[in-house]
Each structure stands twice: as C-alpha cells, then as structure tokens.
C-alpha cells in the first residue's frame, strides 16, 4: 500500500524559501502510471493544486503560483520536492503531497503546516 | 474552470439521506469529475472518482452522479462517521485541477 509523508521546517520567514520534500513507500515515484503532486489549504479553507511532476522530470504547475515554483522528482531517493520562492503570509497552509492517476488524487499524505512569519 | 458546491453546510441527522451538489462553470467529461471526504486534522481521502466510481473500500452508500456541469454525491443513510467536509475536484483546463469550495456536513 503506498503511503507519501511530507517534511520540511514547519515556519519560514518572509521573502524566504519554503522547502518540502515528499518519500514514498510501497510504491516508486518511477512508475509510469502515475503523477505527483503538492496541494495546499491555508487554514479552514478550501484546497489548491500547486503542481505536479512526472517521472521523466515533466512539470505542470498552477499559473497563479508557477513564477516561482519548482516540483522536482528524485528517483534514487523515491522522493518529489517542492520549492516556493518569496513566500509571504498568503503561503501559509497545510501542504499536502499526493499521487494522481491523471485526474484524481489518491493517497495524499497526511499534511504538514508551514507558517510564514518572522 | 469553477466548481460551486451547495450547500455551504448541511445539518441532517444519523440515518437520514444526504445529496451534495457540485456544479461546474463550463462542461466537463464525468471522467473527469472526482469526489473527497476530509475530516478535522486529516487529509483528504478519495471517495469518488469518474463522477460515480467509489474507490477501493468505500461503502455503497456513497454514490455519484451527474454529466455536464451538474454533479451530486449522495449518501443514503448517513453514519456517525460520515459527519465532514466534503469537496469536489475537476481535472483539465487551466489550471489543470481545480476543487469546489466544500460542503460541511455536520450533525443535527
């Protein structure tokens, strides 16, 4: 049964780098069927599609956020990555990674809280 | 694309029925049309895909609907623990997934 866990520093100053990483176990982000990706939700709100990757190193992100993101995979260590540049208040959030099997998410990770504030 | 859910919260009690609404701003293909229940402090967990495919180990009374840009998820007899929020999501356009705001489906 695969299971993704999110980790990465749990508060970022502003203007600062967020950085979070994504393992996989029971399966391998290789895997030809599938994308991964990172989703958002700032507390008590709705979710956000932030971007995904496939294992070729193929990206897709969410225009609102694509100037300065970047969601890379890393097959000798069965992780994906995400990094976002010049955060602000408005990044903080619950960032979740998943797999999608092209048009839905299935698992996601459990989440994990990141707080932009100085 | 745009996805409306309704109501914003529905209050019903244990055993009644619920049918959640999910409308779409411009057509889209039922293939395309997946269903989430999350649950206070966890992620989101897929029980619809395809517009009216439960994923594995979903019980049979959540069931989905829908064509067009109108979609329902409906859950016949509601149990303790079906008590959530529950969003829509969309796949295609731009940006390439888009979820509804949510329904919170509480008790009664």
């Known amino acids: 049964q695969v299971q993704l866990q999110e980790s990465g520093p749990g508060l970022v100053k502003p203007s600062e780098t967020l950085s979070l990483t994504c393992s996989v176990s029971?399966?391998?982000?290789?895997?030809?069927?599938?994308?991964w990706s990172w989703i958002r939700q700032p507390p008590g709100k709705g979710l956000e599609w932030i971007g995904d990757?496939?294992?070729?190193?193929?990206?897709n992100y969410n225009l609102s956020l694509k100037s300065r993101v970047t969601i890379s995979i890393d097959m000798s260590k069965n992780q994906f990555s995400l990094i976002l540049k010049s955060v602000t208040a408005a990044d903080t959030a619950i960032y979740y990674c998943?797999?999608?099997?092209?048009?839905?998410?299935?698992?996601w990770g459990q989440g994990t809280l990141v707080t932009v504030s100085s | 694309i745009v996805l409306t859910q309704s109501p914003g919260t529905l209050s019903l009690s244990p055993g009644e029925g619920a049918t959640l609404s999910c409308r779409a701003s411009?057509?889209?293909?039922?293939?395309?049309l997946a269903w989430y229940q999350q649950k206070p402090g966890q992620a989101p967990k897929l029980l619809i895909f395809?517009?009216?495919t439960r994923a594995t180990g979903i019980p049979d009374r959540f069931s989905g609907s829908g064509s067009g840009t109108d979609f329902s998820l409906t859950i016949s007899r509601l149990e303790p623990e079906d008590f959530a929020v529950y969003y829509c999501?969309?796949?295609?356009?731009?940006?390439?997934?888009?979820f509804g705001q949510g329904t919170k489906l509480d008790i009664k």
């Open positions: 998943a797999r999608s099997y092209v048009t839905w998410f299935d698992p």
């Open positions: 029971g399966g391998s982000v290789s895997s030809s069927s599938y994308f």
């Open positions: 990757v496939y294992n070729s190193g193929s990206t």
């Open positions: 411009q057509r889209i293909s039922s293939d395309y």
């Open positions: 395809g517009a009216s």
């Open positions: 999501q969309q796949y295609g356009g731009s940006p390439r997934y888009t």
